[in-house]
């Protein structure tokens, strides 16, 4: 039973050109003080396969709008802000990285600076007006349970933006085989079946390679 969790940051990193490195690095680097930072029970610094800028995705997860608020006040967002003219691309707007979880599935593969992933994937889409509640409702009464039966699908968020219709799944595997099976099977599928009725078109689908995780069950 893992715990429980209900507040999220999505947040999304462009590098200067020739700043890769330097982005990657301070992920990887960070991983020590997320590992003992209080009630940020999972954190997952990954990097966009094949995009021009460089892209960066970095998601954490919280019990509470306090603890999540706690940490953005903490040394972490406040390097990334000192360091970010540097090695940035701008920086994220505060308020399009809050978003609420809707719905997870979270389990472990393993210990060290991945927790023994390796790949992720993060799947955006946009319900159409007046459907937000309905896709809600998917994700948890239809898109979870095949989740759950998924055992190569490591971990599994759905997330959503108060007051929008926006939405992200974003989950995380072992492996690239284990990705591309997700891809191909039934929550995909199911997932696909809903556009017409509930979304506004196709996902957007972006291949994620994990720097660095901590993942507390």
Same mark, same amino acid.
């Given at each position: 039973?893992?715990?429980?969790?209900?507040?999220?940051?999505?947040? $999304? !990193?462009?590098?200067?050109? =020739?700043?890769?490195?330097?982005?990657?690095?301070?992920?990887?680097?960070? @991983? #020590?003080? *997320? +590992?003992?930072?209080?009630?940020?029970?999972?954190?997952?610094?990954?990097?966009?396969?094949?995009?021009?800028?460089?892209?960066?995705?970095?998601?954490?997860?919280?019990?509470?709008?306090?603890?999540?608020?706690?940490?953005?006040?903490? $040394? !972490?967002?406040?390097?990334? =802000?000192?360091?970010?003219?540097?090695?940035?691309?701008?920086?994220?707007? @505060? #308020?399009? *990285? +809050?978003?609420?979880?809707?719905?997870?599935?979270?389990?472990?593969?393993?210990?060290?600076?991945?927790?023994?992933?390796?790949?992720?994937?993060?799947?955006?889409?946009?319900?159409?007006?007046?459907?937000?509640?309905?896709?809600?409702?998917? !994700?948890?009464?239809?898109?979870?349970?095949?989740?759950?039966?998924?055992?190569?699908?490591?971990?599994?968020?759905?997330?959503?933006?108060?007051?929008?219709?926006?939405?992200?799944?974003?989950?995380?595997?072992?492996?690239?085989?284990?990705?591309?099976?997700?891809?191909?099977?039934?929550?995909?599928?199911?997932?696909?079946?809903?556009?017409?009725?509930?979304?506004?078109?196709?996902?957007?689908?972006?291949?994620?390679?994990?720097?660095?995780?901590?993942?507390?069950?």
């Amino acid at each position: 039973m893992s715990r429980t969790v209900t507040h999220s940051l999505l947040v $999304p !990193l462009t590098a200067q050109t =020739g700043k890769e490195n330097d982005v990657a690095n301070f992920l990887i680097n960070a @991983h #020590s003080i *997320i +590992l003992n930072w209080p009630n940020i029970h999972q954190w997952y610094a990954t990097r966009l396969t094949s995009t021009s800028p460089t892209q960066f995705l970095v998601l954490g997860t919280y019990p509470n709008d306090e603890a999540r608020s706690a940490y953005l006040t903490g $040394p !972490l967002p406040k390097s990334l =802000g000192e360091n970010a003219p540097e090695i940035l691309v701008g920086m994220p707007i @505060h #308020s399009e *990285i +809050l978003s609420e979880i809707v719905a997870h599935n979270i389990t472990k593969a393993g210990e060290g600076l991945k927790s023994g992933l390796s790949t992720g994937l993060k799947v955006s889409f946009k319900a159409k007006s007046g459907r937000a509640d309905a896709v809600k409702k998917f !994700l948890v009464e239809v898109a979870l349970p095949l989740i759950k039966a998924e055992t190569d699908t490591i971990s599994w968020y759905a997330l959503h933006w108060p007051g929008t219709e926006k939405f992200v799944i974003v989950d995380f595997f072992a492996s690239d085989e284990a990705r591309e099976a997700h891809l191909a099977g039934p929550v995909a599928a199911a997932l696909i079946a809903s556009i017409d009725e509930n979304f506004t078109g196709f996902p957007d689908i972006a291949r994620l390679d994990i720097l660095a995780a901590k993942v507390e069950l």
